[in-house]
């Protein structure tokens, strides 16, 4: 569909991830080098719905994991896994196709483990770690359909 010239609109996101440590009650399906329960997330800000527009949410994970490329079609674009370690996950975020927009990635490292001044307690505290990011989809020029997605209600 056609363009809207001199138009920019953004909408606001958060990625990241949380991690608790896991506890002697973990399941027996659980490898016992693993010693994280953790979240990657893409979402909205304030609760916001992101699917709309976002078709869907690729997360790759380290070649480590079965299927390490797990597509997420619907909200909450989010992947929890178990694991030891630290990595770089990709996120790939794909728009709905009226929207005539190229995929977007993002980056985010895998945070497990507290560090600096509060992380002695909290690894004590066996408390959740969380790592995010806020950032912001911009469409300049974006396609009429867009605009209504975006606009509506
Ligand atoms: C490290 N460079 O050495 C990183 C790699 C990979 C973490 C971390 C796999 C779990 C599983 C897992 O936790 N991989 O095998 O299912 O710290």
Known sequence: SKRLKNLQICRPFVYGNMAVPLKEDRSPDIPPDHTHSWTVF????????????????????????????????????????????????????????EASEKNVVMYHHLKLHPYGPEAEQQKSDGATVTSMQYDEFVFSEPTESLFEILTKK
């Open 42 to 97: 893409l979402k909205g800000v304030n609760g916001d719905d992101l699917s709309s527009f976002v078709k869907r949410v690729v997360f790759k994970l380290h070649e480590t994991y079965p299927n390490s490329s797990r597509s997420i079609e619907e909200p909450p674009f989010e992947v929890t896994e178990t694991g030891w370690g630290e990595f770089e996950i990709s996120i790939r975020v794909y728009f709905v196709p």
